[in-house]
């Protein structure tokens, strides 16, 4: 992650777009100076210096209008050539075939699944080093989707399917955040995506394609939690995949929390994922995120611990 | 039988008082007047809810407002300044100059001139009563679905549609009114060509307004059939259609809270340089091109939606080809200054820095015509420092100058001089420590409209630096404030013609007299004023006797 991400394309989409921007500030520095500079130095050299009379009357002069227009024409007409370039090769057109990650923006987290079945939330995962086609929509209002250093943004649009390569050229870590307004927790809709080699990539999605491991009896608080997430019904939002049949998943509400404890960021990027942070979000959920879809649960101290240690089992 | 007096109501005796005039004038000054009054109390309300933003912002994870509370004033200060305060302040100057210009009476018609100012009013309550049944906190832009039912529930939307559709007509019936004026009511003489570039300006703004609300009005009323009647226009049909309409109205809106702050800096520039505007035909032409443009620009704001590369090709292009005439007009600014003899007053020093700060946001309103910029850097600062540099820093220091350089024929008297130099100096302090800093957030890439953000490095810091000048800004338009009341009792006199002004309006008492002029000159050239002035040199005659660079040539010298 960088200061200025903009300025740190960390792929060869992003990169054009990087080169494109530093030379279009310097020519618009270039204007503005011009301008800012010929004004500094009329103000100087013509003000009134306590003469009595007017000075000459100048109408106007068609040279030097049609020089600075011509110049302007020349400015614009290059700066049009380099867009359309640039385009073309940060923005690549999408094929019709099969996306890589479908990407599902809800009111206030990322939903990033893959076709064989993983779903992870806040958390993107790539193969470094090649384009990843990615499908985008939304279940309810406008979002956008923007990871600066690997690629354009793009609105994530309910009833649309938009469609963005991205690529990261090295192993990383790079931010991303929702770019349209989206409510009141639009702060709220960060993620992260980790870039990493192909190998560790694959292991790391076969583990997320996995149900989840139920808790195994020596940990009698995460047993005891697994049987809280029921009772509280927690499942008719949250799926977790391989949970016994007796807590049934009825809604695609809330993040999927199959392999929950892996994750880095929670609600949206407001915590950092850590066994304290999740009980303070169990206790204060409102209170952490205002407008959150998720309730204040009315938990016991000793349920919002067993909770928290079957989730955190949850790798 | 004794004689009874007629019975007359009792009240008729009474003169009316100052407050019932202002309510019932068709007198196009007051009208104006009252347009930057009403203005006045909403840049106070609206600029309150910015510095409260601002507070909200001032260092990351505040909790000083919940998200929805942020919202609401994220709401209410758009729409607040961009229909409730720009507006009417452009309006107003409309109003008050662009007869008195053109040498007429009045408006084409006073009584709808009236009319459409208490529409306007009448909008601006409606949007201040909303906080009664929850302030609408969709955005002033309003994005379908998030602006719909399901998403945004409180009444408050409904009520801001209805200030907008209100306040709407009210501004339509006006755009009718300047056309008809500019186009019937020009005095003898006052051919096209010969109109003050003020009286221009806001006449083909005229066009703009009259194009661009209707596509407003009809969207608003798509909204409310969604609300009320659930038709599902944006829901079960296209969110992205509401972008359309909006925007198609939304562009032109920006140019037409502009094209008069231009025609006031075309005002003030020759004025205070002491020659004519250069160029007058390409300054003139080229605001005809603007508004051309103007309506075919407006998809530039949705690059990131996916309409497809042809499209945005299309109005990125538009886009860049709307910075030549721009362009030209600037570079005219400046021309006019070349050789001439400037006076720093303070109209021609927030004129100076209108140029300085309105350069800088049309610069980098070309950023985003540049599309692939355009994908990495829409709705983030960046976005907020531009068009707050071209709405702030250009549209409303335009105004100042112009409330500068009128306020001595509003009210016959000065603004103060040391309180105006004070207010001057911490309003552009003040303006480009707020705004300048968010262009740097933008890059670090801090999304706009949220209303709070993490701890990274340097967001905290450059936001606080930001809110700190917020209230520097403040007390620079508070003084700004005091200087307008207190001079209108305690400023210097000014007389008909303070500035030596070259248009009709420095011709009349200040304040004008009712009915405006009581004899006009015969008019000749585009400065009829400059002509009495100067019997032995007038405009229209010069041509043939002067040199190339304006100087009257040797053998013409002495005669006449």
Not at chain 2, 178 to 200: D, H, I, N
Request: hydrophobic fraction near 45%; aromatic fraction near 12%.
């Amino acid at each position: 992650m960088s200061t200025y991400p903009v300025f740190s394309p960390a792929s060869s989409l992003a990169q054009p777009i990087t080169d494109l921007t530093r030379l279009t500030f310097w020519l618009g520095l270039g204007v503005f100076l011009i301008v800012a500079l010929v004004l500094g130095y009329f103000m100087w050299r013509y003000r009134h210096r306590g003469a009595d009379g007017e000075p000459g009357q100048v109408f106007g002069n068609t040279t030097d209008e049609v020089s600075w227009i011509v110049a302007a024409v020349l400015l614009v007409a290059f700066l049009l050539f380099m867009t359309v370039r640039v385009a073309a090769a940060s923005s690549p057109a999408t094929d019709t075939r099969t996306p890589d990650i479908y990407v599902v923006a809800h009111q206030w987290y990322w939903e990033f699944r893959t076709p064989d079945g993983a779903a992870s939330s806040g958390e993107l995962h790539i193969p470094a080093g090649q384009r990843v086609l990615l499908d985008l929509t939304s279940t309810d209002v406008i979002h956008d989707f923007s990871a600066p250093q690997l690629a354009r943004k793009i609105d994530v649009i309910p009833g649309q399917h938009n469609r963005l390569w991205i690529e990261a050229a090295q192993p990383g870590t790079f931010s991303g955040v929702c770019n349209e307004f989206c409510g009141p927790e639009h702060a709220w809709m960060r993620f992260v995506v980790i870039a990493e080699p192909l190998a560790e990539y694959r292991a790391h999605q076969a583990v997320q394609a996995a149900a989840a491991a139920l808790p195994s009896a020596s940990n009698a608080s995460a047993v005891r939690g697994a049987q809280v997430f029921g009772r509280v019904q927690c499942g008719a939002c949250h799926q977790v995949r391989g949970q016994p049949s007796a807590f049934p998943h009825s809604g695609a509400v809330g993040p999927d929390l199959t392999h929950f404890a892996s994750r880095r960021i929670l609600a949206g990027g407001v915590l950092t994922n850590t066994p304290e942070h999740l009980r303070q979000w169990l206790r204060n959920t409102q209170d952490i995120k205002p407008g959150a879809r998720m309730p204040t649960l009315p938990l016991s101290e000793s349920e919002i611990s067993d909770l928290s240690s079957y989730l955190e089992a949850l790798k | 039988m004794s004689q009874r007096a007629p019975a007359f109501p009792k009240t008729s005796a009474r003169r009316p008082s100052a407050v019932w005039k202002v309510l019932t004038s068709t007198d196009h000054k007051s009208i104006g007047l009252t347009y930057m009054g009403v203005a006045a109390v909403f840049l106070v309300l609206g600029g309150l809810e910015a510095l409260v933003m601002r507070l909200q912002l001032a260092v990351p994870g505040n909790r000083l407002l919940a998200g929805e509370t942020y919202d609401r004033f994220l709401t209410m200060h758009g729409t607040t300044m961009i229909f409730f305060v720009l507006l009417p302040l452009l309006l107003g100057f409309t109003n008050y100059l662009l007869p008195l210009q053109i040498g007429a009476r009045d408006m084409a018609f006073p009584r709808m001139n009236a009319f459409s100012l208490w529409l306007l009013v009448g909008g601006g309550l409606l949007l201040y009563l909303s906080p009664l049944t929850g302030a609408p906190s969709q955005g002033w832009f309003s994005y379908a679905p998030l602006s719909e039912t399901p998403f945004t529930p409180q009444r408050g939307v409904d009520l801001w549609s209805a200030a907008l559709i209100v306040g709407g007509y009210g501004t339509t019936l006006t755009a009718v009114n300047v056309l008809v004026t500019g186009a019937r009511l020009r005095m003898r003489g006052m051919l096209y060509k010969r109109l003050p570039m003020f009286a221009w300006m806001s006449w083909i703004n005229g066009f703009i307004i009259l194009f661009a609300l209707p596509c407003l009005t009809a969207v608003l009323l798509m909204l409310e059939v969604d609300r009320l009647l659930g038709a599902g226009l944006f829901t079960r049909g296209d969110p992205v259609l509401w972008q359309h309409y909006f925007w198609l109205f939304g562009h032109p809106e920006i140019y037409l809270l502009i094209l008069p702050a231009w025609g006031l800096i075309s005002e003030i520039i020759p004025v205070f340089s002491r020659k004519p505007i250069f160029g007058y035909e390409f300054v003139a032409w080229s605001t005809v091109a603007i508004a051309f443009l103007s309506f075919a620009v407006y998809a530039h704001h949705m690059f990131a939606v996916g309409l497809g590369w042809p499209v945005e090709l299309a109005f990125g292009t538009t886009s860049m080809l709307i910075a030549i005439p721009t362009g030209i007009k600037v570079f005219n600014w400046l021309a006019t200054m070349w050789k001439g003899s400037v006076r720093y007053t303070l109209p021609m020093l927030y004129a100076a820095a209108f140029i300085v700060q309105f350069t800088f946001g049309g610069v980098s309103g070309v950023t985003f015509a540049v599309v692939p910029i355009d994908w990495q850097l829409t709705d983030t600062y960046y976005v907020v420092a531009h068009f707050h540099y071209v709405l702030f820093g250009g549209s409303l220091f335009a105004v100042l100058a112009g409330l500068h350089y009128l306020y001595p024929k509003f009210t016959g008297r000065f603004l103060d001089e040391r309180l105006g130099r004070w207010g001057f100096w911490l309003n552009v302090i003040g303006f480009n420590g707020v705004f300048l800093v968010q262009h740097l957030l933008g890059l670090m890439g801090m999304p706009r409209r949220v209303y709070t953000y993490p701890d990274l490095p340097g967001w905290g810091a450059l936001n606080l630096f930001s809110t700190v000048s917020g209230f520097v800004l403040g007390v620079g338009l508070l003084l700004l404030l005091v200087n307008l009341i207190r001079s209108r009792t305690h400023g210097r006199l000014a007389g008909r013609d303070p500035w030596n002004g070259w248009t009709l309006e420095w011709l009349t008492d200040s304040p004008p007299q009712e009915g405006n002029f009581s004899q006009l000159p015969p008019l000749h050239s585009r400065r009829p004023l400059w002509d009495l002035k100067h019997p032995d040199d007038m405009d229209h005659v010069r041509p043939r006797r002067h040199d190339k660079n304006g100087h009257i040539r040797e053998e013409e010298r002495g005669h006449q």
